[in-house]
């Protein structure tokens, strides 16, 4: 058998079921896939190989899954800090939204977003914005695997002023990209029961369950969102898709913070999935989500940074350290989140979570080949203990060297392989200028 | 007037009383101290300089103060994690700070920790430990301007066998150190107000007190703590100290996270400063210390990464975001600690904290010049609308690009100019390896 990559001399940090880590080892890949996952021993022998990457030592892991983004918010990263949630959208975001979120603007925030993505170890993200048409166009040509959701609200939105038609635009988006290209899966974005009327959630769901796809949602994020739905349905709003029979295996929670013990226990019964979003919950003050009992209720639980409007960056490593310290000081219990199950929630916890446990998450023959190398020939790094501590406590994405999705490098000596890093940053400023000249014309009237 | 270093074309986030931000600025520099901090203008008249620096656009801000360090404890980063406070300390810490903690060791691990924090943008650090003269070998070498202790701990100690001579021990370093070199201060490091006697802790504040010197001491750091003292005394930690007149304005209060309204009216009226230590206390599971309350209260608070057995870096620019979204989450409020109050704490306060706000901490004429230029062409510090909230919210360290300490590059382009990484690495790792058979060997047993 030849090999179309083989990647020696590192620590393979597999994230298997035993989470068995390789002090030394080596990987094989061949048509997109991960064949081999061994150990090199001195008497190793290994196939031919059209290439063989040497990870000097350095640690060798499945990329990271990312389950909530929304990639064109780059575009607004740190206009608005530091205020309350609705001034913050009422005020700042939504306003911004109307004047720019356009498909070419979208395009660049998108583009931009996938850039940071690749070179801080992301390989597959769910993502949900409006024109998810042209994010869809440049997380194509950035290589990243990714869900992909088309905004459904019940508001004029970007793309859909009429809001009557967008269960028609998400369904056109459904169409468009259906098993249309092996990296890219759509799916259904709800914004979130407080945005959506009962007919909007119950005929989105419909589209997801019409064609077997992942239906996410942001659903109980803050306080005031609990307050609203309990107030017009005297349900949780947990309780309240529930009653809608919106909750299954292929349904994504987004943030689940306001939670009780009735509704874990729901989710836990209906299979469905949460994503944990501890930087955005930290910096727009949402609140902490229970994540110890929704693991152990096995409920699938994947780690997602949100939009850079609320973050602001999409640096998992950095999520990562974040969900292992939250919870610790939040329930003064230091054993809580440990690294081995806080490097598995961002890789293979957050697969399950988007239903692609089977196909990624971890390094396992028969899976594609999404594959990290990390850089430890630096202070932060030395000595090392154990791999996964430091994966989750002092690893950041910068410490990312190359990147490889479905058997193909996007990254190489931390540079894009095949997109313009200079190109990218000079569209998405020009978008960042527009915006910065009206913001300041806004202020000044 | 001819400088030493002209740095032109960056974006000047001076942290001046009025946080004045200058869109395209240049400071010069001379003799060791910053001489003029400007706007770049078409008719900008420059002085004559040895040397000029292109930021390329990049954010030009004053070094970074790290509060709390205890440099060596790099040589534990991640030995044992996620477990209860007195397992990690009794059972991991203590024991292999007991087996390999002496001169050679304290010295690799004071040399990698100052690499890390010269990598990431620190200027200054305030470090307590054992075989602390090691250390301040390590950190004379490396050019980091230093506030230096000697712990002082009622326990046979590294280096100090008999706790009857811990007083004695940290009077020679204070001896040794003081006024010799312009970068390195000497200081008292108590450990605690529950590992050492009355007596120890009133002698140690007392030969700070004769040298006119910093007195450190970790404080109401636990609940553990808080109720030892409690049960001991009939006094919090924060009134226990104050009742042997411990605090005043030479006294850093590191940790302060079990406290109540008496304690922190006591520390306000003494002068005492803090040291918030957020993502140690997180890993540690420890508490939340009160912030607002202290800066409200008008106490000088700067940030410490704490040492690396419980962070797992030392990067400020992470503790910088960890401090803004820890608080907004504890309270359910957006609005505190915002991104000026936080990296004002990660400079000038930090520098008020530990008594040298006149000479460092901000980029105003006068002052030393300890700068740094980080590298803002990246995605994630696209597009830019306010540089405070990138550097806060999205920097890491690895955007630093070039360190500057009274007047001396100590990085350029993301390398060390005078010390030799990876000789630093191999030293370090060296000792690690035998940390590691140290440890097999314990578990087999």
Known sequence: MELDTLIVNGIVVTVNPDFEIIGKGWVGVR??????????????VMPMAREIVD?????????????HTHL?????RGLADDLPLMTWLNDHIFPAEAAFIEPESVHAGALLACAELLLSGTTTCCDGYFHEDSTAQAVLQ?????????????????????PAKNIAAARDFMQHWRNAYPLIQPSVFCHSPYTCSEKTLQSAKELARSTDSLFQIHSAETRYEYELIKARYHLSPIAYLDSLNLLDSKTLLVHAVWLDDADIEKIARSGAAISHTPDSAMKLGSGIARIQDFIEAKIPVGLGTDGCASNNNQDMFQEMDRAAKLHKVSSLNPQVMNSRTVLETATIGGARAVGMDRMIGSLVPGKQADILILDTQSPHWTPMYHPESHIVYTAKGSDVRDVMIDGKWQVRNRS??????????????????RIQEWRTHRESI
Do not use: C, K, W
């Open 142 to 162: 950035s290589g990243v695997r990714a869900i992909l959701g088309q905004g459904v609200i019940d508001y004029p939105a970007p793309g859909v002023p009429d």
């Open 31 to 44: 048509n997109g896939r991960i064949v081999r996952v061994e150990t090199l021993r001195p008497d190793s």
């Open 55 to 67: 990870a000097d030592g350095g640690v060798v892991m499945p990329g990271l899954v990312n389950t």
């Open 416 to 433: 894009l392989v095949h997109l313009n890093l200079n190109d990218i940053l000079d569209q998405a400023r020009a978008v960042g200028n």
């Open 72 to 76: 064109p918010m780059t575009l607004f």
